[in-house]
């Protein structure tokens, strides 16, 4: 039988319930392998490694050894975060990349280019999930690879949303031989249902798992991918590989109406949520999720929360970031006084629509693991080196060297990744994300009103309508889903609000978000993003 597959979902889902563990990402394939590592016995950390690594295989564009990862943890009731996201080469600097790029922005200067080697930095996911596995897990890295593994030489059927982002890509795809020759077949992305296969990356990790993390990081994978990098006019160098080592610090947070909100620090932008949700705060914030007073504080709480976020937010090595004034109450207040009865432009423009993968896992014991891994762009930097992508990071990257996030030697380029957790009196309740570029300190804005504000469960705090700010006062609302009235007032009070229709045929998207809740018998209820493929699963 021949089914079509349309590419949006509508489905209804009900929370998932378990005691013994739970895994949600947004592929049932590495939902199953997770959930496989807790019921043999692993615990969050390991389980999270095993899904990521599936997820390399089943979502190619989205996620990889070639890209960045962070991560907050809970184990025996501490926190840390873990930030595997890797510098700009020792070879860079301003000028140099100034000249060599081709890319200009609205008023004619020089800026990071997207695809090809100039904007590829150190990929730090593989040495984030050694860190991780090595802390805190009960298994040995390379066991944990064995079901990607499996899925990489024998194949698997591509799933339907998966294939449409896929399709989108094939042009810059086909742009590089060795690209297109590993994920296209007669210069198409495989259709939904399609088994695709993937031997040169099975073979590179089986080269991790019997050699360790090493060849990587100095070792012939590592020679392979500054060989493409270089080839294509990029700056990394086998040195840069072999320094990178990851690193744990402290989340930071803030309280919601009495819920406390974990994110990780600069540099990535979790901040963002953090502001948006203190603004948000000082407005009496309705429980109709469709409520248009509702939508349109929420709208400028995130937008004043990016303004600062995209004027400071960098790597705190080399930048002062203010985060005490970002982060304080006072602060939110003095801004919140400049959200009026309009939708306002304060000056900033939501990055692009960059893709990613985000998994959570919470163990019986009630350790967990809020994960989240990305190539940035759909595959990354469009170069390809033993079969998985290699993402382009530092298109986030400044060329004004006045410029906060401005491009540095050694320096981590501003993060859109953003794993999260919630407390409540001190106590884990809660290991959750939402994925998407821009759109993650948005969804974790319009996710932690849903449960807070409107008392919803995981799944049905994911169901809600959503919206994601793109600049200025054009926002794109799942218009769908909201009666006409309220997409009426919207516009009415000067809102630019794109249609659900016209924003997903354009490629755009809401983010998928996972959430698993620990309640305080031990029950943990889980949902998952019903925009994706994916699952929670549990036992």
Same mark, same amino acid.
């Given at each position: ?76 009731? /501490? ?6 996201? =890797?510098?700009?080469?020792? #070879? @860079?600097? $301003? &000028? +140099?990349? %100034? !000249? ?109 798992? /019997? ?6 990081? =100095?070792?012939?994978?590592? #020679? @392979?991918? $500054? &060989? +493409?990098? %270089? !080839? ?127 998994? +959570? ?179």
């Amino acid at each position: 039988m021949d089914f079509d597959y349309p590419w949006q979902f509508s489905s209804r889902r009900s929370a998932v319930q378990a005691t013994n563990g739970m895994v949600a990402t947004s592929h049932p394939l590495a939902a199953q392998a997770g959930l496989s590592v807790l019921q043999e016995g692993g615990n969050a950390a390991d389980a999270a490694v095993a899904t990521a690594a599936v997820l390399n295989v089943v979502e190619p564009h989205m996620t990889g050894i070639g890209g960045d990862m962070f991560a907050l943890t809970h184990f025996d009731g /501490e926190y840390e975060a873990l930030n595997a996201s =890797g510098p700009a080469p020792d #070879e @860079a600097d $301003v &000028e +140099t990349y %100034r !000249e060599r790029t081709d890319e200009t922005d609205d008023e004619g200067e020089p800026t990071m280019p997207t695809d090809g080697g100039l904007p590829v930095t150190v990929p730090g996911a593989l040495a984030g999930w050694d860190a991780l596995v090595s802390r805190y897990g009960r298994e040995d890295l390379g066991a944990l690879l064995e079901p990607a593994i499996g899925y990489a030489r024998e194949g698997f059927p591509v799933s339907e949303y998966v294939a449409r982002q896929w399709a989108g890509q094939e042009d810059r795809l086909a742009a590089f031989d060795t690209s297109a020759e590993t994920f296209l077949h007669d210069g198409e992305a495989p259709a939904a249902g399609e088994t695709f296969r993937n031997p040169d990356f099975a073979d590179t990790l089986d080269r991790i798992a /019997e050699e360790g993390i090493e060849t990587f990081y =100095g070792g012939d994978v590592g #020679e @392979a991918i $500054v &060989e +493409t990098v %270089r !080839e294509h006019g990029g700056a990394l160098t086998l040195s840069d590989l072999e320094a990178f080592e990851p690193e744990w610090t402290d989340p930071i947070s803030t309280e919601y109406r009495g819920v406390e909100v974990l994110e990780h620090p600069p540099n990535g932008q979790g901040t963002v949520a953090l502001e948006a949700l203190n603004v948000a705060e000082q407005f009496d914030i309705p429980a109709d999720p469709a409520n248009p007073d509702r939508l349109h504080h929420l709208l400028e709480a995130i937008k004043l929360a990016f303004a600062d976020g995209y004027e400071y937010i960098s790597d705190p090595d080399y930048t002062d970031v203010p985060l005490e004034t970002m982060l304080s109450k006072e602060y939110a207040a003095e801004r919140a006084a400049e959200v009026g009865h309009r939708a306002a432009d304060y000056g900033a423009k939501a990055k692009e629509q960059a893709n990613t993968v985000y998994l +959570t896992v919470v163990d019986g014991d009630g350790n967990a693991v809020s994960f989240i891994n990305s190539v940035y762009y759909p595959f990354g930097s469009a170069l390809t080196a033993g079969g998985f992508a290699v993402q382009n990071r530092g298109h986030s990257f400044s060329l004004d060297s006045q410029h906060a996030n401005a491009l540095e030697a050694g320096k981590r380029p501003f993060h859109t990744i953003i794993p999260a957790m919630l407390r409540v009196d001190g106590e884990f309740r809660a290991s959750w994300g939402v994925m998407g570029g821009s759109m993650q300190p948005q969804g974790h804005l319009q996710v932690t009103s849903a449960m807070v504000d409107s008392g919803l469960n995981p799944q049905a705090a994911l169901d809600a309508p959503r919206f994601r700010w793109i600049d200025g006062k054009r926002v794109a609302v799942e218009t769908n889903k909201l009666p006409d009235s309220v997409v009426t007032n919207l516009r009415g009070r000067g809102h630019d609000v794109v249609d659900e229709d016209e924003f997903f045929e354009s490629g755009g998207h809401w983010g998928g978000g996972q959430v698993i809740y620990r309640d305080e018998d031990g029950t943990l209820v889980a949902g998952s993003d019903p925009r994706r493929d994916g699952q929670a699963v549990g036992f």
